[in-house]
């Protein structure tokens, strides 16, 4: 795969998943946390955000 793919591959997921709009968001449901938590429920958030984008990169085309 060329870099110009990759790049437009990377455009793409960050314009759809938006960590700039997201932000706002997260940090109104971290509010109040210590800062024990507030990483836990950022190490849970990638987790669960990655193993959608995986299952969709393995079932996406038959799923559509």
Same mark, same amino acid.
């Given at each position: 795969? %060329?870099? %110009?793919?990759? $790049?437009? @591959? !990377?455009?793409? /997921?960050?314009? =759809?998943? @938006?960590?700039? +709009?997201? *932000?706002?968001?997260? *940090? #109104? &449901?971290?509010? +109040?946390?210590? #800062? &024990? @938590? #507030?990483?836990?429920? +950022?190490?849970? %958030? ?6 959608? $984008? =995986? $299952? !969709? $990169?393995?079932?996406?085309?038959? *799923? /559509?």
């Amino acid at each position: 795969m %060329s870099l %110009s793919a990759w $790049l437009s @591959d !990377f455009i793409t /997921l960050f314009v =759809v998943i @938006d960590p700039i +709009g997201v *932000l706002p968001i997260y *940090l #109104s &449901a971290i509010a +109040g946390m210590n #800062s &024990a @938590d #507030s990483r836990r429920v +950022g190490r849970l %958030s990638i987790v669960i955000s990655f193993g959608v $984008l =995986v $299952l !969709f $990169l393995l079932i996406g085309q038959a *799923l /559509l």
